[in-house]
Each structure stands twice: as structure tokens, then as C-alpha cells.
């Protein structure tokens, strides 16, 4: 029998932990149970409205809320662009762990160190440049094509042919995958041409991300599905014949082709890795991750530009009158051809059409996850004075930061595209510094940006120049969950050409 002695030694040293827990951050206020506690961090994480619990904990408890024992969910932009600085000496905490694919392997978000993180980011900018990677636009533009022929073979509404619904919750996906993996190696997954998720990749998408999220909030858990035994049996290999690993294997099927010297002449991506150093091991884990980030927040994207597009009659005409005074918008209507689409010059000339995408994205940022940053030894002092102790978690919490009415307006909740452009430069300006943490600022700019930016820009246009397109179902647009990515389903829209 275990004696009183004992059990009173256990409660007192549980009861000290609890204190010590709660005296970390103590000057901060939160959620009751984030002073001793992770749980309220995954209770947030799988309610499947991250987002909004997130938004909530910064409304009630301020710009710098303590949502952990040892973790501050920050809604201070500025605070956010010292901590993102490329002099800073602030580093990604262990909840980046969870980005890891293959045991062992880090990748260009997953590493932790930042030499090695600065090292990838050297070797692997220019494969995200028109320079090094010429044929980029040429590719997304027959992509776009390919896209805009499956709408009209398949769902387009005409006079005579049966009612059909076309679901962006996977057409989109099967678009960005497809662009992604050709811009990537040279190799388009066919995933338009199938019109089918042939290798049930985003099935597997859909049961990995709420793992990644959770294990994001307990590191802990990384350590044990990297156990031997576990690993082997839920972890994708690029031996599987579907889902992640079949795409796994199709990258390094591709990589292992060009360092031995096959399709040497390619200029791509994956040819600048190597040109500038990356070896075979370190291109195969790259290239892995650039399609499962380069597909999925992309397509998150352009579903949450539409969401709101084709809710604003009004934004839809005056985008139409901003093609026509540029000559853009055909006078005849119907359908047209499907290869005519526009130049990215052509676009970023466009202010409406960068306002209604900028909304969109601020409405409906692509990545809402805790992203967490470790502040260096010394701590931190914050804008308010009071002092960060080293070691503490500074979470991200971009629905907050985007919604935020003394940036945006007491209509920040309002998707208003003219607000980009009536405002004056100092307002722009504000604006724009916190939209710009949606794809990460400094050290961690996202590497994909401007590649992302040129899809949607292409995908839009197209779109506003051709067809009408409204929601099938308005009161339930779309079954939609929230991990800190997006998981959506039933996301469906009636076509028709352009009256």
C-alpha cells in the first residue's frame, strides 16, 4: 500500500509544478486554464474553429494573450514584423517539428536551426524566379487553359445539356496540384486531365492535416509517431501506391532523373536546386514540400476570393468595367477560347483586381495556425513595456490581425475592395504591413509568394472575363473546417458563360 507520506509528496510536487507553470507568464492574462495547461491550446486546435477561438482569446484578454503556460497569442502586427526580422535572434519553437515529412530530414519550414534554415532559403529562391525558371508563367498559363476547357466540357451551363455543379473544393485542388508539380520537376500530376483525385492525395490531406495540427500544439507527440514501429505503419512512403506517398514517390522519381543526368536541360525549379547546390537528398525532401505547401494554400486561397466574389454583384461589375477600360473584356459573350489567357504584366496593372484579391486573402487568410516563434535568450520587451522571458512561445493569430478594426475600419468584417483603394497612403500603408504577414515577413517570407499570387491573379481574371458564377447553395456555401489550414468540402457552383 502506498503511504500518506508518498502521496502527500506527489500532490506537493504536482501542486509546485502547477505554480511554477503559472507563475511563468503570470503578468499576462488568458483563458483560466492556459496557466497550467496546454489544453485549452488543443482544445482550440481540434474544435475545427481554430480561427475563431483564437480571434476570441484576442478580443476578450488583448493584443498579447497567454493561450499556454509558456505561449502568447500575438495580434500586435508590428510586434510581429521585430519578431520575423532577418537581424532578429527569435527562432521557430518546437511546434515546427510537426512540419517534418520524413523522419530526420528537415525541410525549408520544418528547420529549427537558422544557419541551415538560411542555408536552404540561399539555394533555393532563385528556383522561384521567371529568371532561373523561364518557363514558369508559360506553365501556369497552360494549366489555366486546362482548367478553363475541363469547366466547359464538363460543367459549363448551356441550353440543351443536363445540370451539372462543379465542386472548388476539389477542381481547385486538382489545379494548383497540377501546377505545382510541373513548375516543381517538370512534371504535372494530371490531375485535371483525370478530373478525379486519382491517387487519393487530398483524401490523405484531409485525415493528415488535423494530426499536424495537434502535434504543432504537443511537440511531444512528433517524437513518438517518429517511433520505428508507429512510423512505418501511419507515415506516407514514397513506395505507397496512393495518397501523399504516391506523390512522394513521383518527386523523387523526378529528382533521382535529374542528378543522373536525365532532362539536363530542363530549366525549372528543381534544375535551379541543384545548379545552386542542394543535393539529391536535400532537392527530394524540398520538392516534397513545396507540393504539399505550394497545393493546398493556393487552392484555400482562390475557394475564399470566390466565396467572396460571387456574393458582390456589385465588386463582380465594376472588375468587368475595370477589364473593359483596359481592353481585357471581350465585347462578344459565350464562350470563349480557352488558350487566350492574360499576361501577368497585363494584370499587375490592374488596382481593382489586386483590391478584390488582397480582400479576399485578408478575409480568408490560407494559413491561420499558431506558426510559433521562441523568443532568444535575454526575452523580449514588448511595445507596452512589459518583458517577454526567454523560452516563451509567441503564437500568430492571423484572423485577428486581419479582421483588426483600427487597421481596416470598423467594417473590417466587410469585404470592401474600394478600401485599398480610397484610403489615404499612410492608411495603405498600415494596411498592407499587416496583410503581408499573411505569407510571413523577413526570415520567414514565404519562398512561394509570387508564384501563388500569379495563379490566382490568372484564375480570377479568367474567371471574372468569362463566366457568370454563383454558389449552388448560398445558405450552406460550403462544409468548411479550420485546423489552422482549411479542410473543404461541398464546395459547389453553377458555370455559365458571361451575359
Known sequence: MIS??????????????????????????????AAWSEIW????????????????????????????????????PEYLYEVNSVRGSFTRSLAYNAFRLEVGRNNVLSSRDEDRHMYLRTKMAGGYTRRENPGLEGSIDGHV??????????YLRRKGMPFRTVDFSKTLGYFTLDVITEIAFGRSAGYLEANADKFDFFTNVQAFVPVMSLTAVVPSLVKITEISWINKRLAPKSSDA????????????????????????????????????LTQSEAETEAIFQILAGTDTTATALRGIMLYLTSSAAVVTRLRAEFAKHDLLPSTVGVLPTGEVLSNEQLVNLPYLSACIKEGLRLHPPATGYLEKQVPPGG??????????????????AWGIMRSRAVFGEDADIYRPERWLDEDADKVRAMTRSWELGFSTGKWRCLGKDIAYMEI???VAEFVRRYDIVLAD????????????????DYNFVISPRE
Not at 486546435?45 to 488583448?62: A, F
Not at 495518397?243 to 534544375?271: N, P, Q, S, W, Y
Not at 523580449?380 to 493569430?397: C, F, V
Request: aromatic share 10%; with cysteine.
Open 41 to 76: 491550446m488543443i482544445r482550440a486546435s481540434v474544435s475545427q474553429k481554430q480561427h475563431l477561438m483564437l480571434w476570441r482569446c484576442s478580443q476578450n484578454y488583448g493584443p498579447y494573450a497567454r493561450i499556454g503556460p509558456k505561449t502568447l497569442l500575438i495580434s500586435d
Open 145 to 154: 487553359t486546362r482548367l478553363l476547357d475541363l469547366l466547359n466540357e464538363k
Open 380 to 397: 523580449s520587451t514588448l511595445p507596452d513595456g512589459r518583458h517577454i522571458p526567454e523560452g516563451t512561445g509567441l503564437a500568430y493569430n
Open 4 to 33: 500518506l507520506a508518498v502521496i502527500a509528496t506527489f500532490i506537493a510536487l504536482f501542486l509546485y509544478w502547477i505554480v511554477k507553470r503559472r507563475a511563468f507568464l503570470a503578468e499576462f492574462s488568458g483563458p483560466s486554464l
Open 242 to 277: 496512393v495518397g501523399i506517398g504516391k506523390i512522394m514517390g513521383l518527386a523523387k522519381e523526378a529528382v533521382e532523373e535529374r542528378f543522373t543526368g536525365k532532362h539536363a536541360d530542363r530549366l525549372d525549379m528543381l534544375a535551379s536546386f541543384k545548379r545552386h547546390g
Open 457 to 459: 491573379n490568372k484564375v
Open 474 to 489: 448560398p445558405g450552406k456555401p460550403w462544409d468548411c473546417t479550420n485546423w489552422g489550414l482549411w479542410l473543404v468540402r
